[in-house]
Structure formats: structure tokens, C-alpha cells
């Protein structure tokens, strides 16, 4: 009866994958030692248990599930094992010091303890997560495994590590497991904005740097920052502190929010737009304002005839490139007043004048807007700033060309003269998706736009989708580099700053989508909707 039964027992433990033995400090069962034999039984009892082989302890698991995280995962082989989850006494450990704020990061997020720089075999123990550096391939790609309770998160450059450890707390988000496997990630577009015209409708530092969190964690890599339009100009000056409004960000902010943004592998790209939607400049130099032949004033343009003029914006541009220490610039170049009348010539013969003099008998106001662009463009340039300038501020059949460097920021083809994307593209220009149809949030809904909903951008857009509802060829899809979602405020007490947030939530995370992966969802929007509510 006693050997049927501890066979039964190693059975039962066998069929349900685990070893779960009662015994005392002695091996024995407690009702073995109950009864526990004496003498020549006892001495053939024990022999009997020593010729029995012991049980290894096992435990077998299901292949695991790919990770349901915002952006989803690329790849994801599956294993069988426990996972991973942050332990009380659990560690990060880095092996370079180039990912020492990755590592404290994320040991702060996930209840961790930073250990520190280690080598791949000094100091390794159960359950750490080691960030590591190495290979080669798109400095944004990243490999996480997660086997026998740890993880690795390893890639060709910081960026990519860092985009791991946000795969990874989206995984262990509310008590989650990190799924055994191996996930092999990397975004399909170099470029992943959000924009913020901050011109029209000042935001706290506070709301910008919240903004700045949520963006890193759906591994975005962008923030423009349009500060300067016909409403205000909105971060503190020392060459011209004449121009700015009264309600604005300080540059001690402004590095704080920059020093943020730089934290999460965000760029800060700034926007000063000229020769339009200058009006807050111009209400402390109305000397500069653009005029008609009949003194009409041109709202928010500057008079690019007077030197005076590009001195100003000069001034601007070489004081907050030291403000803004990242790669990209946007020119702005839409919108000039002088380009919107049926005779340029006949209305701005200042403008017709001063084209003829720098370009021949036969130069345009449209050539002297191309020229004030690539004058601006020079002035940055010399920064070492990669510049992009809105679709609308290239113009057709102009005899001054724009330097071929300049990124076209494909935002409508609503404008008077818009042109096709695929004008653009064929010429080999690279562009940036701002398809107005469905990235623009523009408050109160003027003109004909219309808040853009999560829905809409993860069933029916992609990068591809740069005017209308209608894809370019795949054949272009190289130089489209990526895109950005985009917060106007063009009535400005439409939302609060909090309704902003709220509004922009879901279309957020369905650009983050598309751009890290244009291909259709694996997910149904319902389920992508409550995967976001889950993850917060």
C-alpha cells in the first residue's frame, strides 16, 4: 500500500509538470514518520528508497505569446518559460557607459536597483535585466530576449536600447510578464513627429514635458516646436526681447524641456516660419511689414525687399540654434501674403523691383521669395542643420531653384499653386508626411478640418498617404522618410490644454503605429483601443 501510493504520487506530479513533495527534513512523508518501520524492516525499507531513482523537479510551460505593446513588435519568436517580471531585489546592469540613463531610467520606472556597468560575465545573477551595445544595423533596431527569468535587451546604438526597455515596460505594465522569446525590433520611418504650434495658444512647461514622456514611451523621435507666428512669439529673446509675448517659455525651460526630450531619443525641431506668418514680429517692427501699391498692409508678412528684414529673422535664427542643439530645422515658407494675389508684380512693385535687381529682367516675386528661403536656409545651414520646409514654399516655374538639401513637409494640397506629391518625389526630393486629412488637430475646427480620430489613421492611413486618402507608388516609399502629427491652434480658446491631451491620445498611438509599422494591424481597432486603455 505505501509503495502504490508514492508511485501514484510521482505520477500525479509528472501529468500535472510539477515536483511538489511534502516531506520532512529527512525525506520521509509525515505519515511515513507516523509509522516509521524499526530493525531488519527499517534497514530493508531505506535500501528500497535508495534504489528508487529521485524525480528531477520539472515544470512545463505553453510557447508564449508575442508582447502586446504601442507600437506592436515587429518579430517575436516564442519559447517556453516563465518570462520575466520586476522582482523586489531585482537589478539592471549596463555594459557600456553610453547606456548609463537608459539603465537608471528604467530601473526607476520598473522599482529596480541600478548596479551599474558590468561585463557579460562579472557579477551576473537571476533575474537582472543587462542593457547592452553591439552589432550592426539601424541604430534604432534592438534585440530583447527574455529566457530563465532575465533579460536582454541589446542593439547597435542607444536609441534602439532605449526603444527596448519601452517595449519592456509596456510588457510588465499593471503587473504584466514579459513573454519568453526572442523580440527582433526596428522602426519602418527614420522620422516619427509630433508638432506643437505653441504660437497661437501657449502651453505650460509642464503639459510640453508631459507630452515629451508620453512620445519617448511610443518611441517617437521628434518634437517640433512652433513658437513664433502672427499670435505671439513664445520663448524668451536676448537679441530682440521686443518681440516676445508676455505669456512665454523662459530658456531655462526650454533647456529643461530640450534636456527631457534628449533623455527619450527626442529631437527638438524649431520653427520659425518667414517671410509669412511673422505678425507677432512685425507688431514691434511694423517698419518691416509688407505693404501693396496702395499701403495696404499684407497680414503677418514681412517686406523681403529690405535687408532690414532678413537681419531680424537672421538674428532669430543664429540666437536659438544654440537654444535647439539637434539635427533638423523647420524654414516654415508658406503662406507669404505677396504670393496669394492674382499680379504679384502689379500689387508689390517694391517686391517686383528687388527681384529684377538681384535676378535679371525677368525675375519674379516668386523668385524673391525662393531667394529669401535659401538666403534663411544658409543661415542655418552653417549650424549644421538638416532643413525642411512646408510644401507650399516651393513654387513652380521659378528661375531661382531651392537647394536641392531642403526636405518637403507635405502638408495639403489645398493651397493656391499646391502641387502633387508626386511632383516632389519624381524631382528626388525628400518628403515628410503631414497629411493634413489625417494628422492635422486643428482647434476649433475652422475652414473645413476636422479633429482626426485613432480610427481613422490606423484603418486607413499610412506614410505613403502624404495628400487625400490616396497612396503614392511603393516605388517612392524611400523617400518618404517618415511623418508627423500635428496640434494647431488657429482658434485657440476652442480647448483647454487638458482637451487637448485627451483629444490627441488615440491618434497619437495610431501615428506611432503606422509609422513604426504601415503595414495592417494584426490588431482590430477595438482590441488596439483596449490594449491602449490597458497600458494607460
Not at 508582447?67 to 515587429?74: G, K
Not at 534663411?376 to 521659378?398: C, E, I, K, P, S
Not at 497629411?435 to 476636422?450: A, C, I, Q, S
Request: proline share 6%.
Amino acid at each position: 500500500m505505501v509503495a502504490a501510493a508514492f508511485v501514484g504520487t510521482v505520477a500525479l506530479g509528472t501529468g500535472i509538470g510539477v515536483w511538489a513533495a511534502s516531506d520532512d527534513a529527512d525525506g520521509e512523508t509525515a505519515a511515513g514518520s507516523a509509522r516509521r518501520p524499526s530493525g531488519s524492516t527499517q534497514a530493508a525499507s531505506s535500501a528500497a528508497r535508495a534504489a528508487t531513482p529521485t524525480p528531477t523537479p520539472t515544470r512545463s510551460y505553453p510557447l508564449s505569446q508575442a508582447p502586446r505593446t504601442i507600437p506592436a513588435v515587429r518579430s517575436h519568436t516564442a519559447a517556453r518559460g516563465p518570462g520575466w517580471r520586476p522582482a523586489k531585489n531585482g537589478r539592471v546592469v549596463v555594459s557600456d557607459p553610453a547606456l548609463v540613463d537608459e539603465g537608471r531610467l528604467t530601473a526607476g520606472e520598473l522599482g529596480l536597483t541600478y548596479a551599474g556597468q558590468k561585463g557579460a560575465n562579472e557579477d551576473v545573477r537571476a533575474g537582472d535585466l543587462r542593457l547592452d551595445l553591439g552589432g550592426t544595423g539601424d541604430p534604432e533596431s534592438y534585440t530583447m530576449t527574455v529566457r530563465g527569468g532575465s533579460v536582454r535587451i541589446s542593439g547597435p546604438g542607444d536609441a534602439g536600447v532605449f526603444y527596448g526597455t519601452r517595449t519592456l515596460k509596456q510588457e510588465v505594465h499593471g503587473g504584466g510578464t514579459a513573454p519568453e522569446g526572442v523580440v527582433k525590433d526596428q522602426p519602418a520611418k527614420p522620422q516619427r513627429g509630433f508638432m506643437l504650434d505653441i504660437a497661437r495658444k501657449p502651453f505650460t512647461a509642464g503639459w510640453i514635458e508631459a507630452r515629451m514622456k508620453e512620445l519617448g514611451d511610443l518611441k517617437y523621435n521628434q518634437f517640433g516646436l512652433h513658437f513664433s507666428d502672427d499670435q505671439g512669439f513664445r520663448i524668451e529673446s536676448a537679441t530682440h526681447p521686443e518681440i516676445v509675448s508676455k505669456d512665454h517659455l523662459t530658456k531655462a525651460q526650454v533647456k529643461r524641456i530640450v534636456a527631457l526630450a534628449a533623455s527619450r531619443h527626442i529631437q527638438v525641431v524649431p520653427e520659425i516660419d518667414s517671410p509669412g506668418h511673422l505678425g507677432a514680429v512685425l507688431a514691434a517692427h511694423p517698419e518691416l511689414q509688407l505693404r501693396n501699391a496702395q499701403g495696404v498692409a499684407a497680414k503677418g508678412a514681412v517686406d523681403i525687399s529690405l535687408d532690414a528684414s532678413a537681419k531680424l529673422v537672421d538674428d532669430l535664427l543664429d540666437e536659438y540654434a544654440d537654444v535647439f542643439p539637434g539635427s533638423y530645422w523647420n524654414l516654415g515658407g508658406d503662406e507669404y501674403q505677396a504670393l496669394t494675389v492674382a499680379d504679384p508684380q502689379a500689387s508689390y512693385p517694391q517686391l517686383a523691383d528687388a527681384a529684377r535687381q538681384a535676378y535679371g529682367d525677368s525675375g519674379t516675386v516668386a523668385d524673391l521669395t525662393t531667394g529669401w528661403l535659401g538666403d534663411r536656409a544658409d543661415t542655418v545651414r552653417a549650424h549644421d542643420r538638416t532643413l525642411r520646409v512646408w510644401n507650399d514654399g516651393f513654387f513652380r516655374d521659378t528661375s531661382v531653384q531651392p537647394a536641392e538639401d531642403l526636405q518637403v513637409a507635405y502638408w495639403t494640397g489645398k493651397e493656391i499653386g499646391a502641387r502633387q506629391p508626386v511632383e516632389y518625389l519624381s524631382a528626388g526630393r525628400e518628403v515628410l508626411n503631414y497629411n493634413d486629412e489625417f494628422l492635422y488637430y486643428v482647434l476649433g475646427e475652422p475652414n473645413t478640418f476636422v479633429y482626426p480620430t485613432g480610427q481613422r489613421i490606423y484603418q486607413q492611413w499610412t506614410p505613403r498617404v502624404l495628400r487625400g486618402t490616396t497612396a503614392v507608388s511603393a516605388a517612392y516609399d524611400a523617400q518618404i522618410l517618415g511623418g508627423s502629427f500635428a496640434v494647431w491652434c488657429d482658434l485657440a480658446g476652442s480647448q483647454t490644454q487638458d482637451q487637448v491631451a485627451a483629444g490627441i491620445r488615440m491618434p497619437l498611438r495610431a501615428t506611432a503605429q503606422k509609422l513604426w509599422d504601415p503595414r495592417t494591424p494584426a490588431l482590430s481597432w477595438t482590441a488596439f483601443k483596449g490594449l491602449a486603455d490597458k497600458l494607460g
